[in-house]
């Protein structure tokens, strides 16, 4: 199976920073990347997908980037609302395959 | 496109229960629809998925033996059922669309999540 591997796994932030998030894949997963945000009690919703499209809806501060077996998520300027867990997820080989999240906090 | 999933579930250790995940707005039968499970505190876990059209699901490893997952053309629907429920299975169950080449396979929309507590 291919593991992704987020990093890091907790990041205390402050309104307006530059947040970034590395996700890892075992093998390469070309683009076959997305990433979710998830607040608390809620379910997850699609940011980013193919590692740098933004999803339709999602405020353009958010970005991805990357191939084969390294990626990012940056927040150019985190605003209130983005404090949340953040995951990524490789649709390249079954099975699909998230990591373990990050948890964007104040 | 919506995926409005079944409510609460409490059963007892042993016990199965069926969750169901309705589609409405958009096509049912050929968008693969895979569900996930969030046990408390934890990440997302990818179960399973299937291709109501073709009705042939597939499943990762640790849950093929107890978990099922089905579709029903007519009412425009798939279920997860779990058997042999243990606390270990408490979680919230997410349903999901994947969004098929256009977004690179990736998981849009999504269901509102289900609790299951298993509890004696």
């Known amino acids: 199976d291919i593991q992704v591997t987020q990093s890091p796994s907790f990041l205390s932030a402050s309104v307006g920073d530059r947040v970034s998030i590395t996700c890892r894949a075992t093998r390469p997963i070309s683009n076959f990347l997305a990433w979710y945000q998830q607040k608390p009690g809620k379910a997850p919703e699609l940011l980013i997908y193919g590692a740098s499209y933004l999803q339709n809806g999602v405020p353009a501060r958010f970005s991805g980037s990357g191939s084969g077996t390294e990626f990012t998520l940056t927040i150019s300027r985190l605003q209130p609302e983005d404090f949340a867990t953040y995951y990524c997820q490789q649709l390249h080989t079954y099975p699909w395959t998230l990591g373990q999240g990050t948890k964007v906090e104040i | 496109v919506q995926l409005v999933q079944s409510g609460a579930e409490v059963r007892k250790p042993g016990s199965s229960v069926k969750v169901s995940c309705k589609v409405s707005?958009?096509?049912?039968?050929?968008?693969?629809i895979s569900w996930v499970r969030q046990a408390p505190g934890q990440g997302l876990e990818w179960m399973g998925r299937i291709i109501p059209l073709l009705a042939k699901p597939k499943y990762e490893k640790k849950f093929q033996d107890r978990v099922t997952i089905s579709a029903d053309l007519s009412s425009n629907t798939t279920y997860l059922e779990i058997n042999s429920l243990t606390s270990d299975d408490t979680a919230v169950f997410y349903c999901?669309?994947?969004?098929?080449?256009?977004?690179?396979?990736?998981?849009?929309?999504w269901g509102q999540g289900t609790q299951v507590t298993v509890s004696s």
């Open positions: 707005g958009g096509t049912f039968s050929s968008f693969p």
């Open positions: 999901a669309r994947e969004g098929g080449g256009a977004i690179f396979g990736a998981f849009d929309p």
